[in-house]
């Protein structure tokens, strides 16, 4: 019986490396002669390089994003479920468990990294923010 296509791509592969390993000056011309004739595409149309570039930034993007908001098992909001923010939100996790909490700005998902997750740190932030606004308070009246 002949050979199954995983088999066979698995020895083109082998093949393939040995050849490239005893040509290495060809391939390395033939790397040359790709790059030089992409590089004359993209001086020739600039724009149409540039507007390439944004549209498979723009779907890496969307990929992403649908990939973390199938992990999360809902859809990303509008803002932050911190603060007010509504600029770009992060894939909050325990790094524990590896479990979803929640959608983010990056500057509340610092925060938290900064506090190592830890609840009494972040009690105790709300306490010194409480104790201190009541002063700014009593000194400003």
């Known amino acids: 019986m002949g050979m199954s296509s995983e088999e066979r791509r698995l020895k083109q592969r082998e093949w393939s490396k040995r050849w490239k390993a ?9 790397k040359l002669r790709w790059a030089n004739k992409k590089s004359a595409r993209i001086r020739a149309v600039p724009e149409l390089h540039e507007k390439q570039k944004r549209h498979r ?8 994003r649908e990939r ?38 990056r500057t509340c ?6 506090i190592n997750d830890d609840v009494r740190v972040a009690r105790a932030i709300v306490r010194y923010l409480n104790k201190h606004s009541t002063e700014e ?5």
């Not at 996790?93 to 909490?101: A, E, I, P």
């Not at 998902?109 to 900064?114: C, E, H, K, S």
């Open 22 to 30: 005893r040509n290495r000056d060809k391939v390395r011309a033939q």
């Open 57 to 64: 930034r723009t779907r890496a993007a969307e990929l992403y």
């Open 68 to 105: 973390q908001e199938a992990k999360a098992g809902r859809p990303m909001p509008n803002k932050c479920e911190l603060c007010p923010s509504e600029g770009p939100l992060v894939f909050d996790h325990c790094h524990r468990s590896g479990l979803f909490r929640g959608w983010l700005c």
């Open 109 to 114: 998902n610092m925060a938290l990294g900064l």
């Open 137 to 141: 308070t009593m000194l400003s009246s």
